[in-house]
């Protein structure tokens, strides 16, 4: 293993690199291959697979531009034509090749898993590409091992479930992580010195990865810089590569063929065979024209890559690492990252925010408010399986083993789940900029405990309620009910097939001895664009109640009358402001208060 005092070995190591980087993307052309797949004329930049060589497969989730704003201050709108994921195999040395679509199949196979590939696919080295030669992916076989086999039926530990406590030691476990600025030889990662990334990586005085994962889990998981023991200093090092950033067509991103460059770069530098054998995670920070997209990164893997100073965004950190950690997107309705409650939804370009965590879905998949959550087992016989009254925490207020209710889980015996919370903009949370102080019900598959992605469908305020029609697929509805919002939580009522009926007291008022605000917008063509604020009468100029305010971005349907917003506020007499971040009004957009 490197070490740093092997001096002269590291000479000798940097000095080969480039013959190095050259081997690792796989064995050598000239090799025995099986099957026909590269032609002579490609086979300087095709390999064809042996027999039985196992790779892991990787899906990648893919951001582009589309909760960013242009320079006249318009937000970008989504592209349909652009991948919001990507699949991919990795080899022994960490080179990942993208799957080109429809050569093959890949039913039935999550990522991080050891599979084999089909007979003569192979790969293109060039493009960083492989092709499945219109055969299936399989799952690896395992060598057999008469004592590790008995072992393994003892423990009946599936590969998901391997794949599962991974995730979960994430979480709960010092991560180390590696940030790498990455030169290619016409482009360069132009975001400052090494002490400029750290301080946006690891520092602890605005929003950073390391910050806004150990507030998020309350202390439960630490991210430190990785590769100490391999004379890497404070998590950051610098890779030049010898690829352009883009192919030779000149406009197709080469991202790829840089990503693998990198790796056998780190490879040959540090003597390992992957770099994960170094740190947990790596983050590459590519120059900006070798990418489509502002950052992508591969789940439940060791590889987060970014468009040059996208390295430097919190929310993109904290984004591209949960689907390392096995997060996947928060949606909302059909638009991908709509769902802006949390991290898992769109990014933003803020060095130092938005300050927020994660939606009910994902915070119950990191396993940090285990000792806070409530499972209602929908049409089941348990006293609170169909009638649950209860009062919900929001995250930032949670403190470890109490009796306090922070997530609550309406299960299904089936399919999707739904999950709930109360969104408190406070604290940890304060910078939420969807459903601030609303009730938030999203729907996830996979129990909520792996991979999956959410779908916001509720946001809920004080007396609000929504109805989940048919829940069991048997004629019997689910509703929700926010009872009251007092003293900074959410009073709920779940309730199945009516069966709260003769056991619950009546609905108390919403909002006693206060009085109830109602706010509803009606947004133009631009939704993000609005934004409002409900201010007391005697408060300070510039100060407004945190409580009562909408941010841009909340809004993301356009035309469309908003689900109603409702506060309980002290009697009084309060001044309403409505905002257009563009600067061009609300046309055609209304306001009800």
């Not at 291959?33 to 892991?56: C, K, P, W, Y």
């Not at 050569?103 to 092709?131: C, F, M, Q, R, W």
């Not at 940090?368 to 929001?394: A, H, Q, Y």
Request: hydrophobic letters at 35%.
């Amino acid at each position: 293993m490197f070490r740093c005092y092997c001096i002269a070995a590291l000479a000798i190591l940097a000095a080969s690199s480039s013959i190095a980087g050259v081997s690792a993307t796989g064995e050598d052309v000239e090799k025995s291959l099986r099957g026909g797949g590269a032609s002579a004329e490609n086979q300087q930049h095709h390999r064809v697979l042996q027999e039985g060589e196992v790779f892991t497969f990787l899906l990648a989730d893919i951001q582009y531009n589309d909760g960013g704003f242009t320079s006249s201050g318009r937000k970008l709108q989504a592209n349909p034509k652009k991948p919001e994921h990507t699949k991919n195999v990795q080899d022994v040395n960490g080179n990942i090749y993208s799957i080109v679509e429809g050569t093959g199949d890949t039913t039935g196979i999550a990522s991080g898993e050891p599979v084999t590939l089909p007979a003569e696919a192979y790969l293109d080295h060039k493009n960083g590409n492989i092709h499945l030669a219109n055969g299936k992916i399989e799952k690896a076989k395992k060598k057999s091992n008469k004592k590790r086999d008995l072992q393994e039926d003892a423990t009946s530990s599936t590969d998901e479930q391997k794949r599962r406590h991974l995730a979960a030691t994430w979480f709960s476990s010092t991560t180390t992580v590696v940030a790498v600025m990455v030169n290619a030889i016409d482009g360069s990662y132009n975001g400052g010195t090494a002490a400029d990334l750290y301080n946006h990586v690891f520092g602890m005085s605005d929003l950073s990865l390391k910050m806004g994962y150990e507030q998020c889990s309350h202390g439960k998981m630490t991210i430190s810089p990785g590769g100490a023991s391999y004379c890497i200093t404070n998590g950051v090092i610098t890779i030049n590569v010898s690829e352009t950033v883009k192919q030779a067509d000149g406009t197709t991103p080469n991202d790829a063929a840089i990503r693998n460059a990198v790796t056998a770069a780190i490879n040959a530098q540090y003597g390992v065979t992957s770099p994960d054998k170094i740190a947990n995670h790596f983050m590459y920070c590519l120059p900006s024209p070798a990418m489509g997209g502002i950052a992508y990164a591969y789940i439940n893997s060791w590889l987060s890559v970014y468009s040059n100073t996208w390295c430097h965004s919190p929310s993109a950190q904290m984004h591209e690492h949960g689907h390392n950690f096995g997060f996947g997107h928060a949606n909302e309705g059909t638009t991908a990252y709509g769902d802006q409650s949390g991290m898992m939804g769109y990014s933003y370009g803020n060095l130092d925010g938005p300050i927020m965590c994660f939606n009910a879905a994902k915070s119950w998949q990191s396993g940090w408010f285990d000792d806070s959550k409530r499972t209602m087992n929908i049409g089941g016989t348990g006293p609170t399986d169909n009638c649950l009254v209860v009062e919900v925490t929001g995250q930032a207020d949670y403190v470890a083993a109490t009796d306090q209710t922070v997530l609550v889980k309406m299960n299904r015996p089936s399919g999707t789940d739904l999950f709930l919370m109360y969104n408190k903009k406070t604290g940890i949370n304060s910078g939420t900029v969807e459903g601030g102080n609303l009730v938030m019900v999203v729907e996830a598959a996979q129990e909520g405990t792996a991979y999956a992605e959410s779908n916001l469908l509720a946001k809920l305020g004080a007396g609000g309620s929504q109805t989940f029609p048919n829940y069991l697929n048997d004629g019997r509805d689910l509703v929700v009910r926010v009872l009251s919002l007092n003293n900074g939580k959410a009073q709920m009522r779940i309730e199945f097939a009516g069966l709260c009926t003769g056991t619950m007291a009546p609905t108390p008022a919403p909002c006693p001895n206060q009085q109830e605000v109602t706010v509803q917008i009606t947004t133009d063509s631009y939704p993000d664009e609005t934004s409002w604020t409900l201010k007391k009468y005697g408060t300070c100029e510039g100060q407004t109640d945190p409580n009562i305010s909408v941010l841009a971005n909340t809004y993301t349907t356009s035309n469309t009358v908003q689900e109603p917003f409702k506060q309980c506020v002290d009697k009084g007499q309060y001044q309403f402001v409505i905002n257009d971040a563009y600067g061009d009004g609300i046309c055609c957009g209304k306001f009800l208060i």
